[in-house]
């Protein structure tokens, strides 16, 4: 699956997804400025991204551990997720997002 992800320089970038995996592992294996200091385990909010509105509908509700972990992540906005909840599905080819500021 494709996604296109926007690194904080404003530079757009599209990627390879692999069903199965997040969208984190996908934005981190491409080189993308993205932390993920957790390993993808919900532990942190390394990983905070913006959906784009068109696709953030589409998306299954974040958890009760994500919204605790996106309490304390920087500039949370109403389209925040955090990537290594957003499983790369063929549903969700074609998804936009945003790397949200350190």
Same mark, same amino acid.
């Given at each position: 699956?494709? *996604?296109? /992800?926007?690194?904080?320089? @404003?530079?757009?970038?599209?990627?390879?997804?692999?069903? @199965?995996?997040?969208?984190?592992?996908?934005?981190?294996?491409?080189? $993308? !400025?993205? /932390?993920?200091?957790? #390993? #993808?385990?919900? /532990?942190? /909010?390394?990983?905070?991204?913006? %959906?784009?509105?068109?696709?953030? @509908?589409?998306?299954? !509700?974040? +958890?009760?551990?994500? $919204?605790?972990? $996106?309490?304390?992540?920087?500039?949370?906005? +109403?389209? +925040?997720?955090? +990537?290594?909840?957003?499983?790369?599905? !063929?549903?969700?080819? @074609?998804?936009? %997002?945003? *790397?949200?500021?350190?």
């Amino acid at each position: 699956m494709k *996604i296109i /992800a926007t690194d904080r320089k @404003g530079v757009e970038h599209v990627i390879e997804g692999t069903d @199965g995996w997040t969208v984190m592992e996908a934005m981190r294996d491409a080189g $993308l !400025p993205i /932390a993920a200091e957790c #390993g #993808g385990a919900c /532990a942190c /909010a390394t990983c905070h991204v913006y %959906v784009d509105e068109e696709w953030f @509908g589409k998306l299954k !509700p974040p +958890s009760p551990e994500e $919204l605790d972990m $996106l309490d304390m992540a920087v500039a949370v906005e +109403s389209n +925040s997720r955090l +990537s290594c909840q957003l499983r790369c599905e !063929p549903e969700f080819d @074609g998804i936009r %997002v945003t *790397i949200a500021p350190e």
